[in-house]
């Protein structure tokens, strides 16, 4: 089976913040197991979005909805390391686009993982996907765009 290669842009990256390892992410194999590390991608692409002024489920019901995640990692990650989740946006289509993250552990300057999650815009009164709205992309005007 051919490897998942994960490569973004370096000037897609526009926000960056830190989550530390707790002893509950640690697996079998001591180190921070998958399961958890989705969760710590979760939450940087949470804290992502807030920055941005960007709700995940706004008023009106449309909200973003994350379609695929991808994820290939590089290194282990231990309890109490500290790693630096950098997000980016890119592949912007009608619909949605990729958010991308490139975790580090600044203590020595591993590449732990990369990771990307596809997403779309998503009406959830009416159960359907929905053209991206142009207050989010005018956020990313360097983004480039697939259609």
Excluded: W
Excluded at 63 to 86: K, P, V
Aim: glycine share 6%; charged share 25%; with cysteine.
């Amino acid at each position: 089976m051919a490897r998942l290669t994960l490569e973004f842009p370096e000037d897609q990256y526009c926000y960056s913040t830190q989550l530390t390892v707790r002893v509950t992410d640690i697996n079998g194999a001591n180190h921070l197991g998958n399961d958890s590390m989705i969760s710590m991608i979760s939450e940087a692409r949470a804290r992502f979005l807030y920055e941005f002024g960007i709700r995940e489920t706004d008023e009106d019901g449309t909200g973003i909805i994350i379609t695929d995640l991808a994820t290939t990692y590089r290194a282990e990650a231990h309890a109490r390391d500290q790693l630096l989740f950098e997000v980016g946006v890119m592949d912007f289509n009608r619909y949605g686009g990729d958010i991308t993250f490139r975790i580090t552990r600044p203590a020595d300057g591993t590449l732990v993982a990369m990771a990307k999650s596809g997403f779309v815009f998503f009406d959830y009164r009416q159960s359907k996907v929905v053209p991206m709205p142009d207050a989010f992309s005018a956020k990313f005007p360097k983004v480039n765009r697939l259609d």
